[in-house]
């Protein structure tokens, strides 16, 4: 068994700094780079893809909508074509910075994330503005939701992306942060739920419930305060369990 290890990082501003992306980014696959509207600015791009690619970590576009105040954690009602146009430009800006400009892969952020995973004619938009600017572009999106319907839909590739660190509604969408115990923070925890969800092809609803899930990548959040104890615990685990650590491959999905 193997999966990929991702994170979302690059979420500094300015002088703000947030999470430990320097010691996480040697320890994961796949990164999620903040694109500047929920978090990150194109100093902060330009040396989270540069750390990134000296570790040999595959590159992510983490778009969200335009919220930093909120760090792209509330929704907005936006128009499917504003949404497709807000994507384009977020991806496009990023790959500027990547080496022979190809990024791995879209991962949305927060808010933005949520609500494509129940809204077809949302991810449908997100969909369609990473295809304007890579038809061959994976999204990674939440296991069994729309955000994967909508990619097979348009013909794009895709990862099914399940948390480490979330607890599950018995639909298989995450329960609001505004919920206690919504964010798990113990890494022994964390790790072994991690464990179970990748060789069972499922996880354990907060309300007890037994749900199927595609896993092709697992997420650890960098803003968790205990995110590199977390990303370490999950590693070990991982390499006790014999499941192997590699970047997604669509063409081996």
Known sequence: MKVDLNSDLGESFGHYVLGNDEQILPLITAANVACGFHAGDPNVMAQTVAIAEKNGVAIGAHPSYPDRIGFGRRHMDMQPENVENMITYQVAALQGFVKGHRLHHVKPHGALYNAAAKSLPLALAICRGIKRVDPEL???GLAG?????AAREIGLPYASEVFADRAYQADGTLVSRVRPHAVLHD????AKRAVHIIQDQAVTAITGEHVELQVDTICVHGDNEEA???V?????ALKDAAIEIAPFDPHHA
């Open 138 to 140: 994976p999204i990674y």
């Open 145 to 149: 939701s729309q955000l994967i319907t």
């Open 187 to 190: 890494p022994q925890e964390v």
């Open 228 to 230: 590199l104890a977390i």
């Open 232 to 236: 370490r615990a999950l590693r070990s």
